[in-house]
């Protein structure tokens, strides 16, 4: 196991990568630009520290040399940690990007890149996050659905509905516009935080998953799609 611990900074990164030629680029332009970082070369590795301590974000390749990166995506989120993945893998095809955004990564960045963008998305996802999770807002209702930003806990008729990061903020942002259609392109954008093929339909995916958590049987269906515009939730209130 090799583990590099560099020094005192704002941000607690986690690198998962095992090209040693690779993670050190990584590894000394973070430190440079201010973060410390611990750099796991292994799945295995990786798995053990993820659930360690609370990373500000975890830096995750996809091809391993023994746990596949698809694997400790779901790892992290079964663990309930909503810890940001920004994906960084040389798989560049939008399928690929699909599948992990599919899995719990919340961002990713193919192989190569420019450092200055890897720098950008890490203080974006951040920020992002920081805005979604780490506030006092009111707690945001829509018929008998509650939504509490500051506990990342949602309700329907006093029951907890457990929900994924992704799936979170996808209705944390339809709560937040009752009653407004927001086009996929917004959607994407704001959730995920990069803009992707426009063929992509990791929006649908995610409406549908949200649709058999919240709009169950027994209970008056909220979420709607209007045809060609995109997605909204109604409320009669």
Known sequence: MYLYILNTTYMELLLVEDNRRISEFIVKGLEESGFSVVLAETGVDARSLIT???????????????????ELLQYTRYKKIHTPILVVSALGEPDDKVKALDYGADDYLAKPFHFSELIARIN??????????????NVLTCADLFLYP???????NGKEIKLTLQEFMLLKLLMENKNKVLPRSQILDTVWGINYNSNTNVVDVYISYL??????????????????????IRTKE
């Open 150 to 156: 500051d506990k990342h806990l949602v309700e329907r």
């Open 52 to 70: 360690q301590k609370n990373w500000d974000l975890i830096l995750l390749d996809i091809m391993l040399p023994d746990i596949d990166g698809i």
């Open 211 to 232: 649709r058999n958590k919240i709009d169950t049987e027994n209970s008056e269906k909220l979420i709607e799609t209007v045809k060609g515009r995109g997605y909204l």
């Open 124 to 137: 974006a996802l951040t920020r992002r996050v920081k805005m979604n999770y780490n506030t006092t807002d």
